[in-house]
Each structure stands twice: as C-alpha cells, then as structure tokens.
C-alpha cells in the first residue's frame, strides 16, 4: 500500500516508511520530531516548475503533465519506485496546505502505475 499525508499529521503505526517528497523542509518541523525515514528532494519538483506552479490550483493540470515529464528523466524516481515495490506500506509525507494538487499526489498516481507495470517480487518461482 502506498499513501500520501501532510507531515504535519500525527504519524501511525500503519504509515509503514515514511518518506518526505517535498524539496524544501516544511516550514516549522523539526528534524528531530519529525518522524521521517528518508528525505528524498530530489524527487520533488524542479525549483523552476515549483516556483512556476506556487499551488496555484488552475495551474495543477499543466504542473502535473510537466511534473510527470521531469519525474520519466529523474534517476531518483527509478529509487523510489523500487523503495514502492519492497516497502509495504509506503507513505509519502508532503507539507502543502491543499492534499490533492501537490507533487505528492502526482508521484503517489505514477508509482502506482509503475506498480500495475512491474509488481512485487512474492518469492521465487518454482
């Protein structure tokens, strides 16, 4: 299972790892209560496409077409996607104040497909 969060929600035991997406800390979290495994900003949006798109909700179809481009071309994703395939639960921890126009949930809809495409190893065959 894969999911995506504000970070600034209280953390679960059913989270599984957590995984910060943003490039840029979130404003007002520490990094010693934070409750992240693995901060990967690279995975975020370019500082130009982020800057471009500043959570401007008319803007969020054409972010998301040119995120979704940038994430095809980023070594990282090819990280995260298999950190997706051999982490069950998965949560994706973002700070942006609108939970469904965010970077978050594009990668949570990439991953998922890329899931659909090559699945979870279940052991060896037989």
Known sequence: MIQ???IY?????????????DRLWPRGVRRSTANVDIWIKEIGPS???????AHER??????????????KKN??????AEMARTNDPLTLLFSASDEKH??????????????KKKPKLRGAPK
């Open 75 to 80: 070594p990282a994703f090819e990280d995260m």
């Open 4 to 6: 995506a969060k504000r």
């Open 58 to 71: 008319d803007k969020y179809q054409r972010f998301k077409e040119r995120y979704v481009k940038e994430l």
């Open 47 to 53: 500082d130009d496409l982020r800057k471009w798109f």
């Open 102 to 115: 965010n970077n978050a949930m594009v990668l949570l809809q990439v991953l998922k497909r890329e899931m």
């Open 9 to 21: 929600r209280k953390p679960e035991v059913t989270d599984g790892l957590r995984v910060l997406v």
